[in-house]
């Protein structure tokens, strides 16, 4: 939130109902990614916030996450797509990692987002 200089309401409510999957080291979150479960009208699966510290970036963090996500996702949820909203800078990975931009451009919280879906 600090580094985006992106003032929001962080608690959603969905925290509770996510699966959240971290790296460690030293007892410090490293990495982290929350995958939400498929919503009863919607069908998909969300895999959503994904962040890596500032120290641990260009060190293949988040690729090991989203892949990791998204094997989790295919062996709890075969018959599910897969959704996010990625920051618009970051589409080029996520098509890197099978996903395609199945939408229009918008702005979330004053940042760039295109939605993508495996």
């Given at each position: 939130m600090?580094?985006?200089t992106?003032?929001?309401?962080?608690?959603d409510?969905?925290?509770k109902t996510?699966?959240?999957?971290?790296?460690?080291?030293?007892?410090t979150?490293v990495s982290?990614l929350r995958?939400?479960?498929?919503a009863?009208?919607?069908?998909?699966v969300?895999i959503?916030?994904?962040?890596v510290?500032?120290?641990?970036?260009?060190?293949?963090?988040?690729?090991l996450m989203?892949q990791n996500?998204?094997?989790?996702?295919r062996?709890?949820?075969p018959?599910?797509?897969?959704?996010?909203d990625?920051?618009?800078?970051?589409?080029?990975?996520?098509?890197?990692?099978?996903?395609?931009?199945?939408g229009?451009?918008?702005l979330e919280?004053?940042?760039?987002?295109?939605?993508m879906?495996?």
């Amino acid at each position: 939130m600090v580094e985006q200089t992106c003032a929001y309401l962080e608690l959603d409510g969905l925290d509770k109902t996510a699966e959240h999957l971290l790296v460690t080291r030293d007892e410090t979150v490293v990495s982290c990614l929350r995958v939400l479960p498929p919503a009863e009208k919607a069908g998909h699966v969300r895999i959503g916030r994904v962040a890596v510290s500032s120290d641990w970036r260009k060190r293949g963090l988040a690729r090991l996450m989203v892949q990791n996500a998204i094997d989790k996702i295919r062996l709890e949820n075969p018959s599910s797509d897969i959704c996010l909203d990625a920051q618009t800078y970051l589409q080029g990975f996520y098509l890197s990692l099978g996903f395609e931009v199945c939408g229009d451009e918008f702005l979330e919280d004053g940042i760039p987002h295109i939605p993508m879906q495996m």
